[in-house]
């Protein structure tokens, strides 16, 4: 089962910031919180990952707690192009590195 | 750099028939996977391999087979078609290390008749 849990939806107003919050309370001090997000039916597309520090990319911030049970991905300007779906993911590279998806949140963005 | 590259795009089978799916990486990546997504719903993990010659099953792997005799190549066997397979199927293949990412196909649209 996935490690995560997500809302099931959200709405952002074009030019905003869409905050997109992940719930990860079980996850271990080598596990690391991924973002990926697949629009339409095209494959999934990694956006950004952090382990403690949160993280900014060309794409998005990724905001950690300090406990690290939770995170917010940031998209700073959302425009039409980023309505998808977007999976928050827990992952550990070893032996057993299943990537296991969630249901994800369905971001609409809103002209 | 192609990247994860998957054929066929499309695919109709007839319940029973066969059939291989195919799945190249050209990124050196020892770690790689293959998902079914549903009509909207999420994607199931059904196997995935972290070495060439070493396969795991997933969350869904009833109904399928896979090898991995190379590291550039993660093929999936459906070996009797059912309609409940009727899905889209992704690969994606990534490094084996903590902190990267991985890089998926556009996957195979698969329908059984």
């Known amino acids: 089962d996935a490690k995560t849990t997500q809302p099931t939806s959200m709405d952002c107003a074009e030019g905003r910031a869409a905050n997109l919050p992940c719930n990860h309370s079980?996850?271990?001090?080598?596990?690391?919180v991924y973002w990926y997000r697949q629009i339409h039916s095209q494959g999934p597309q990694y956006i950004i990952h952090?382990?403690?520090n949160n993280e900014t990319n060309e794409m998005a911030s990724l905001i950690i707690t300090e406990d690290r049970k939770s995170s917010t991905l940031i998209l700073p300007h959302a425009t039409l192009r980023d309505t998808a779906v977007y999976y928050c993911?827990?992952?550990?590279?070893?032996?057993?590195?299943?990537?296991?998806f969630g249901k994800g949140t369905r971001l609409h963005i809103l002209p | 750099n192609a990247g994860v590259t998957q054929t066929p795009k499309f695919r109709i089978l007839k319940i029973g028939q066969s059939m291989t799916l195919q799945c190249t990486q050209d990124?050196?990546?020892?770690?790689m996977y293959w998902y079914r997504q549903d009509p909207g719903m999420g994607l199931k993990l059904i196997y995935y391999?972290?070495?060439?010659?070493?396969?795991d099953k997933g969350e869904v792997p009833n109904g399928y087979n896979v090898s991995r005799s190379t590291t550039e190549d993660f093929p999936l066997r459906l070996e009797l078609a059912a309609p409940s397979q009727t899905s889209v199927y992704f690969c994606?293949?990534?490094?084996?290390?903590?902190?990267?990412?991985?890089?998926f196909g556009q996957g195979t649209r698969l329908t059984v008749v």
């Open positions: 994606a293949s990534s490094y084996h290390r903590g902190g990267t990412e991985a890089f």
């Open positions: 079980t996850i271990s001090g080598n596990e690391y």
């Open positions: 952090g382990l403690k």
């Open positions: 993911i827990v992952r550990v590279a070893g032996r057993d590195d299943k990537i296991i």
């Open positions: 990124m050196n990546h020892n770690y």
């Open positions: 391999s972290v070495g060439a010659g070493i396969t």
